[in-house]
């Protein structure tokens, strides 16, 4: 078919609709429908999704692992008042990811890559892809480690993921996608469950919010749960698979309050698993020998020593469950950033056959994750937490540029940044950017010997 | 002459639904939401020298703290 024969349509000379268009148009009459007429629960049904998905797939197994782990090294104290900053943080970026998505009906990578060159765009699906590819990694980690409580092994634990990927991808639909992958989500849940069947004393969670001091130990091991606890909040795949996802989903401008909604909903929720991840954690206190105690037999097996059976099955559960979502979302992070800085068909809407280099991508980057963790002897703690630093350490190049284009008012029109959004967005770039060095500095010295750990 | 900015290959845009649905389904997507919009590259921006600088130091910055992180992991491995 000529480009001609697309553009000359009997309709007003618009071009033929694809099958996307036709996909994402159904999804969006029925906004238009609840919206004419003023069903706000149904309406606000309709347009979660993105937001709710980028906050809870970041509760992924690395972070509830990370979580845990400062629980059970330091208590409740400094790092309960922590995860609502950090997610406060991540709120402040994602908005600005899904407001640019909704507006330009484009991901990140498209955006970077045609904006401000070809360099920015690979550099930014290069970092996306190295990160994406070591927390899968990590992802299929915490779902062996969730197994290994039952007895299961990392072939099942393998099995499973790329089951639930090719399981999701069926569908040939958006829609189905992500409700599917919301209704997983759900489960993140779990890790509260595991913090209430601890019984923490309620006083001890309330005064953990009056910010202890920093705690004490070795510096080393602070700064690497530190980072590794930001990594668990804002990462370079969040902010692809959101703008994407959002554009994806034909969200527009009349949407952005609704997709605040969703975003701040998703970090609420997020936050408050991610608490309860770290008060069971804080549960294994005076009970373990540092963090690396909790590696080989798992975090959930130490849990029901201490604290019963029924916690370490629940968080065990809770990692299968991070871990399954959190490889759907970042599978699909890194299928959106090949598509679009490839320059091909990049949605749920195309069918395989139509959005090969999306669909393969999908599932390729799954399978080469999911073949590492078949390695045996794999440090697989240390993997999860090193995961979450470098998407820290990586992590500013992009927030520069979310930043850049949620200021394009050439792109943004009226939807750009506020001031106070320009001064928190600057505060968070500098906040991520400097405790990542801060680890990724001071460990190298230590590591060559130039400094005393 | 102007160059002409180089366009991406379109998908396969088979039509899939008759003309009256296809107005009926025009009728609830924005123009530039089309797929057929999405795939035209919006214009380049032009960064000032500044910008370009700053960039360049971050993303150098950003490539020598992920070196040393992985240095360290592998170091420790050992």
């Known amino acids: 078919m000529s480009t001609q024969d697309l553009t000359a349509s009997p309709l007003l000379r618009q071009p033929l609709l694809s099958d996307e268009d036709v996909a994402r148009s159904r999804d969006r009459s029925r906004v238009h429908l609840a919206r004419h007429h003023d069903r706000r629960w149904h309406l606000l049904w309709l347009l979660v999704g993105p937001g709710i998905l980028a906050m809870l797939g970041e509760n992924d197994g690395p972070s509830m692992i990370a979580y845990a782990s400062d629980g059970a090294q330091y208590g409740l104290g400094f790092f309960i008042p922590l995860i609502p900053i950090l997610f406060a943080m991540a709120f402040v970026v994602q908005e600005m990811c899904m407001r640019v998505g909704a507006v330009t009906h484009r991901g990140y990578g498209e955006l970077v890559l045609q904006r401000y060159g070809r360099v920015w765009g690979w550099f930014g699906a290069g970092d996306l892809c190295l990160t994406n590819l070591i927390t899968l990694i990590a992802e299929f980690v915490a779902i062996r480690v969730g197994l290994a409580y039952f007895h299961l092994g990392a072939g099942v634990a393998v099995a499973l993921g790329l089951i639930l990927v090719l399981f999701t991808l069926s569908g040939g639909r958006y829609?189905?996608?992500?409700?599917?992958?919301?209704?997983?989500?759900?489960?993140?849940?779990?890790?509260?469950?595991?913090?209430?069947?601890?019984?923490?004393?309620?006083?001890?969670?309330a005064g953990a919010f009056s910010f202890t001091p920093l705690p004490g130990g070795s510096l080393n091991t602070l700064l690497l749960l530190l980072a590794s606890t930001i990594g668990a909040t804002v990462t370079p795949w969040m902010i692809f698979f959101q703008q994407s996802a959002s554009a994806d989903k034909g969200m527009t401008p009349k949407d952005v309050a609704h997709g605040r909604y969703d975003t701040a909903l998703g970090a609420v929720l997020a936050a408050t698993f991610g608490i309860g991840a770290l008060v069971a954690g804080a549960s294994l206190l005076h009970h373990g020998s540092g963090i690396e105690a909790f590696a080989g037999a798992g975090i959930p097996a130490a849990l029901a020593r201490v604290s019963g059976g029924a916690v370490g099955t629940v968080f065990a559960l809770g990692l299968i469950e991070a871990g399954a979502v959190a490889i759907l979302t970042i599978s699909a992070s890194t299928a959106y950033a090949a598509g679009e800085?490839?320059?091909?068909?990049?949605?749920?809407?195309?069918?395989?056959?139509?959005?090969?280099?999306?669909?393969?991508?999908?599932?390729?980057?799954?399978?080469?994750?999911?073949?590492?963790?078949?390695?045996?002897?794999?440090?697989l703690l240390s993997i999860a937490l090193n995961a979450n630093v470098l998407a820290t350490v990586l992590l500013?190049?992009?927030?520069?540029?979310?930043?850049?284009?949620?200021?394009?008012?050439?792109?943004?029109?009226?939807?750009?940044?506020?001031?106070?959004?320009?001064?928190?967005?600057?505060?968070?770039?500098?906040?991520?950017?400097?405790c990542?060095?801060?680890?990724?500095?001071?460990?190298?010295?230590?590591?060559?010997?130039?400094?005393?750990? | 002459m102007t160059a002409v900015p180089e366009t991406p290959p379109l998908p396969d845009r088979t039509p899939v639904a008759d003309v009256p649905e296809q107005e009926e389904l025009f009728m609830h997507l924005e123009h530039d939401q089309l797929v057929a919009q999405t795939f035209r590259p919006v214009p380049p921006a032009l960064l000032g020298r500044r910008?370009?600088?700053?960039?360049?130091?971050?993303?150098?910055?950003?490539?020598?703290?992920?070196?040393?992180?992985?240095?360290?992991?592998?170091?420790?491995l050992h």
């Open chain 1, 341 to 379: 800085c490839i320059g091909v068909s990049h949605s749920f809407n195309s069918s395989p056959r139509k959005a090969a280099v999306f669909y393969a991508a999908n599932i390729g980057v799954a399978l080469i994750a999911a073949v590492v963790i078949l390695i045996p002897g794999a440090p």
């Open chain 1, 175 to 205: 829609w189905r996608w992500e409700r599917t992958v919301l209704g997983l989500a759900l489960f993140n849940g779990l890790f509260l469950v595991a913090a209430i069947l601890v019984k923490p004393h309620l006083g001890a969670v």
């Open chain 1, 396 to 434: 500013p190049v992009s927030l520069v540029f979310v930043l850049t284009l949620a200021n394009d008012r050439a792109l943004m029109g009226r939807w750009v940044n506020r001031r106070s959004t320009n001064l928190i967005g600057i505060a968070v770039i500098v906040f991520v950017g400097v």
């Open chain 2, 51 to 76: 910008a370009v600088i700053g960039l360049w130091a971050l993303r150098i910055f950003a490539v020598l703290v992920s070196l040393m992180v992985i240095y360290t992991f592998i170091a420790r």
């Open chain 1, 436 to 453: 990542g060095a801060a680890y990724g500095i001071d460990s190298f010295l230590q590591t060559v010997h130039l400094i005393g750990s």
